[in-house]
């Protein structure tokens, strides 16, 4: 993920043969970049298996332990904005390491959360302090190699990066079965802990920068993005618009956003260059960013709960049944790099959206009479759909953009793309829990002696004090298959978002000459 700290400070003029940034060995030191950037990123599904298990702990509901999630996520877009400024006023390499060793403390107080209170503000602390690796990592895999290496390090870091996902559910299933959900943040501390005396011996240092801030600027946009997903995380526990809380932070959400607007269009030096909106391929990006967000981040957030509560499967077997998806993901991003200069990449993008939307509707066919199978393939067609979207997206949201504005360009797609995220994540589980009610209302005015022949509820007294035992087993029947109803519910609603977008694909320009993959995740 190329952000506003590819652009801290100007960047010194790279010879052939010869780095921005000498370093005594440059392998071992890509060895600790590396597996910082991994440390982040498996962090954003590592705990998705966990879910479960951390709500019984935390004493939490199924639609309540999602705070987990999408308080990393929304913490993560809103430092992400001050990284480039960051950077460039206290150095690279000093804030690389205050990063890495923030993340390193912040994993180890998510591991002794006693509530989910202190769990969210500990991924909170966590989510900031991964804002910056992310795109500092990038910047370091380019300054550390020379300019005819630079391709060669971006596909390096590139494939470090769906490490992350096909990785977190394996692993974080294995230390949840292994030993208990507090392990898949205590995992950090040993790897952090090598990563940081990698980089405290061998990382250079970019050249410090005085440059000004837009606070009022970053501090609109953050109020924005903490008040509308407030908003989404507590609607459901406050009955929504009936709660003047609710309303409250609706409305702040409105107005910080409107003010952003203002503020972007009219500050002498605002957070944003304002040509970047003037660019028609990236702003249809954003917006793909938003979707994408919902679509990709959400099935990741429902299925542990649903295999596991539904289906009985354990932790270990949720997480190897989730990790083709990462699998497929790989193939086509493989596969784009390489048919990018001679296929449309608009045309892969539809293409990838159509089957992304097509792994969806087959989860909408999801029964709990299924076995593994169904959830593997459609697993592994998702992200066949994903790998065709995400590369030729980025591709072509850079295309027409001017080199300068590259980083402030993939900071806002990574922005839009959290809030999609965050906000996918907070629908889906409302939309669960809300259906889970209604689909048991309607299937328990079913349940009598006309459509089960033999049932008499009125005769239930004759078990004596087995009585209720039986209407316990009879509504956990119900509670099962309302629950089902509920999920295929979800999976047909991300479907059909997939598909609504599909004319933004007409947005997009083909710029002239070929299409290069640009790695900018």
Known sequence: MATAAASAAPRPAAAMGKPVLETRNRGILTVGVMGAMIMQILDTTIANVALPHMATALGATQDTVTWVLTSYIVATAIALPATGWLSARFGSRNLFLIAVAGFILASMACGTAVSLTEMVVFRVFQGVFAAFINPLSQTAMLDINPPERAAKAMSVWGMGVMVGPIMGPVIGGWLTESYNWRWVFYVNVPVGLLTFAILWFLLPSRPKDAKSFDVGGFLLIGIAVAAFQLMLDRGQERDWFSSWEIVIEGLVALAATWMTVIHLATAKKP??????????????????????????????????????????????????????????????????????????????????????????????????????????????????????????????????????????????LNLFRSIGQSAGISMVTVLLARNIQTSHADLSQHVTATTIPGLNLGQLDQFGALSDSVMAVADGMVNKQAAMIAYIDDFYLMAWISVAVLPLVLLLRRPKGKVEAVHAE
């Open 271 to 412: 957070l944003f260059d304002r040509q970047l909106f003037a660019n028609r391929n990236l702003v249809t990006g954003m917006f793909f960013m938003v979707v994408i967000g919902v679509s990709t981040m959400a099935p990741m957030a429902l299925l542990p709960p649903m295999l596991q509560s539904l289906f009985g499967y354990p932790v270990i077997d949720t997480g190897m049944m989730m990790a083709p998806r990462g699998v497929g993901v790989l193939v086509t991003m493989w596969f784009a790099g390489v048919m990018m200069s001679r296929i449309d990449a608009r045309i892969m993008i539809a293409v990838g959206l159509i089957v992304f939307a097509w792994s969806l509707r087959m989860m909408a066919g999801y029964s709990l009479e299924m076995d593994f199978w169904p959830v593997v393939t459609t697993g592994f067609v998702q992200g066949l759909g994903m790998g065709l979207v995400f590369m030729p997206l980025n591709s072509l949201a850079f295309a027409t953009l001017d080199g300068r504005f590259r980083p402030d360009g993939a900071s806002l």
